[in-house]
Nanobody, 125 residues
């Protein structure tokens, strides 16, 4: 089992920045080498992929809508993954969910994916 706790959400003006963090814990987390990532869900819309990273950090994936603006990284010594969000737009407003998957970087929703509780990001125009 893996537990994920997100932090860092909030209200920001368009063009601003936020940094999300996700702390992972659990007996199998380090031994299994989970891939980690971020998804988001806006009101009335389906949950969508944002960014993902493999265990070593050598492979990174990002949605076209955030490329050049969002950066994913991880610190395995702290069991934490980060999402640096720059040049935020109102359409980035959503609940952001951290994801961990033993099968690799979570770029799609799988039955093997673990989820955090989500953190709200609101970008005002």
């Amino acid at each position: 089992q893996v537990q994920l706790v997100e932090s860092g959400g909030g209200l920001v003006q368009a063009g601003g920045s936020l940094r999300l963090s996700c702390a992972a814990s659990g007996r199998t987390f380090t031994s299994t080498r989970y891939g980690m990532g971020w998804f988001r869900q806006a009101p009335g819309k389906e949950r969508e992929f944002v960014a993902a990273i493999n265990w070593s950090g050598g492979s990174i994936y990002g949605a076209d809508s955030v490329k050049g603006r969002f950066t994913i990284s991880r610190n395995n010594a702290k069991n934490t993954v980060y999402l640096q969000m720059d040049s935020l737009k109102p359409e980035d407003t959503a609940i952001y969910y951290c994801a961990a998957d033993p099968r690799g970087p979570p770029t799609v929703v799988r039955t093997s994916t673990y989820w955090g509780q989500g953190t709200q990001v609101t970008v005002s125009s």
